[in-house]
T-cell receptor
Framework: GENVEQHPSTLSVQEGDSAVIKCTYSDSASNYFPWYKQELGKRPQLIIDIRSNVGEKKDQRIAVTLNKTAKHFSLHITETQPEDSAVYFCAARDGAGSYQLTFGKGTKLSVIP | DAGVIQSPRHEVTEMGQEVTLRCKPISGHDYLFWYRQTMMRGLELLIYFNNNVPIDDSGMPEDRFSAKMPNASFSTLKIQPSEPRDSAVYFC??????????????FGSGTRLTVV
């Protein structure tokens, strides 16, 4: 089955700096890669996703890049703000007909004012 | 749209008791997933349904866990008997496939289960 590794597990940045979270996946057939943000005590919420036919996608201060050859994808947050503090999860969905997502272990991002 | 609705939000029970968690997916969504979240293991898929039919239950940890989806608007996850190591947050999520595209999940608020 799919295996998703996520790094780092914790990340602290100064407000205004950029944050980068990286994930690798094992199944070359995987074709959909969402990112979720989970604030303390709340549900994970989809913030951005990318499909395997696209190399990069941007939405305001967040962007995701995908390198299919290397089987890794990254989340980039620019001009970080205190409200960006949360746990971020990457996920991958295999292309073999299964609709399940395999999640990374999460990255706890702290933005220091 | 009220989103994915889970109940109860919190459950505290004694070891050995039966626990039933409930989920109402978003109307029209054809996939429903049950996840368990712990600090040690992160988000683990337990089981998922497509059009009310269980597709993959390989994540169900043992026979004490069972899940049903009697209709498109309701699913239950049951633990009987419960054990302290079952303590976790259980999330239900639903999604809609459209023209072969696979949408992201929408998660419910979760049920925080504590077994003492």
């Amino acid at each position: 089955g799919e295996n998703v590794e996520q790094h780092p597990s914790t990340l602290s940045v100064q407000e205004g700096d950029s944050a980068v979270i990286k994930c690798t996946y094992s199944d070359s057939a995987s074709n959909y890669f969402p990112w979720y943000k989970q604030e303390l005590g709340k549900r994970p919420q989809l913030i951005i996703d990318i499909r395997s036919n696209v190399g990069e996608k941007k939405d305001q201060r967040i962007a995701v890049t995908l390198n299919k050859t290397a089987k890794h994808f990254s989340l980039h947050i620019t001009e970080t703000q205190p409200e960006d503090s949360a746990v971020y999860f990457c996920a991958a969905r295999d292309g073999a007909g299964s609709y399940q997502l395999t999640f990374g272990k999460g990255t706890k991002l702290s933005v220091i004012p | 749209d009220a989103g994915v609705i889970q109940s109860p939000r919190h459950e505290v029970t004694e070891m050995g008791q039966e626990v039933t968690l409930r989920c109402k997916p978003i109307s029209g969504h054809d996939y429903l997933f049950w996840y368990r979240q712990t600090m040690m293991r992160g988000l683990e898929l337990l089981i998922y349904f497509n059009n009310n039919v269980p597709i993959d239950d390989s994540g169900m940890p043992e026979d004490r866990f069972s899940a049903k989806m009697p209709n498109a608007s309701f699913s239950t996850l049951k633990i009987q008997p419960s054990e302290p190591r079952d303590s976790a947050v259980y999330f239900c999520a639903s999604s809609l496939t459209e023209r072969g595209l696979r949408d992201g999940y929408t998660f419910g608020s979760g049920t925080r289960l504590t077994v003492v």
